[in-house]
């Protein structure tokens, strides 16, 4: 059975920091490519950042290049999104997925609130 467990999520200030993290279980995660997606209020889901399958190539939306990292850990299955300089506007649940998404793979996700 396939999960995909989001953590690391609360509320912040304005400028301040998080760590993200996703587990995976069910697949052999050092097979796929990876991605983190965000869906705010009212919106639709977006791709956030994405990591090949060994790591070296990374992609990021433009609201984040500059802000955000994505890494990767495949002995531990667990993709990561480290998040600097946090704006109101990335307030968002935030879901990590394959690259491209599988439909089925959707986990919880973890909410993210940026707030003074």
């Known amino acids: 059975q396939v999960q995909l467990v989001e953590s690391g999520g609360g509320l912040v200030q304005p400028g301040g920091s998080l760590r993200l993290s996703c587990a995976a279980s069910?697949?052999?995660?050092?097979?796929?490519?990876m991605s983190w997606y965000r869906q705010a209020p009212g919106k639709e889901r977006e791709l956030v950042a994405f990591?090949?399958?060994?790591?070296?190539?990374?992609n990021y939306a433009d609201s984040v290049k500059g802000r955000f990292t994505i890494s990767r850990d495949n002995a531990k299955s667990t993709v990561y999104l480290q998040m600097n300089s946090l704006k109101p506007e990335d307030t968002a649940v935030y879901y990590c997925n394959t690259s491209p998404a599988r439909p089925g793979y959707w986990g919880q996700g973890t909410q993210v609130t940026v707030s003074s």
């Open positions: 069910g697949f052999t995660f050092s097979n796929y490519a």
């Open positions: 990591i090949s399958i060994a790591g070296y190539v990374t």
